[in-house]
């Protein structure tokens, strides 16, 4: 079965970083691609960014370009979100995911 847990979300001031963490279970973590969505309160999930096997390539999307940043460590069966310069806007239930598996998401919350 597998299992993905986020953590890291918490309250920022704008301007402000986070680093949003999910480690990954019951796959072989190293094969997987793996993604960042978000949820923000009205809105439609949508993908914030995702990172390919080997690692080299990540695509994000064009409202977080520039600021944030995926990494993964293979060796932790963890993936991460790097989050920089953070905006109201960002403001968001994140989500890891991987193919049709979803974590139960973590509350970044950046006040103006």
């Known amino acids: 079965q597998v299992q993905l847990v986020e953590s890291g979300g918490g309250l920022v001031q704008a301007g402000g970083s986070l680093r949003l963490s999910c480690v990954a279970s019951?796959?072989?973590?190293?094969?997987?691609?793996m993604a960042w969505y978000r949820q923000a309160p009205g809105k439609q999930r949508e993908l914030v960014a995702r990172?390919?096997?080997?690692?080299?390539?990540?695509i994000y999307a064009d409202a977080v370009k520039g600021r944030f940043t995926i990494s993964r460590d293979n060796a932790k069966n963890t993936v991460y979100l790097h989050m920089n310069s953070l905006k109201p806007e960002d403001t968001a239930v994140y989500y890891c995911?991987?193919?049709?598996?979803w974590g139960k998401g973590t509350l970044v919350t950046v006040s103006s």
């Open positions: 995911n991987r193919a049709s598996d």
């Open positions: 990172i390919g096997i080997g690692g080299s390539t990540g």
């Open positions: 019951g796959v072989i973590f190293s094969i997987q691609v």
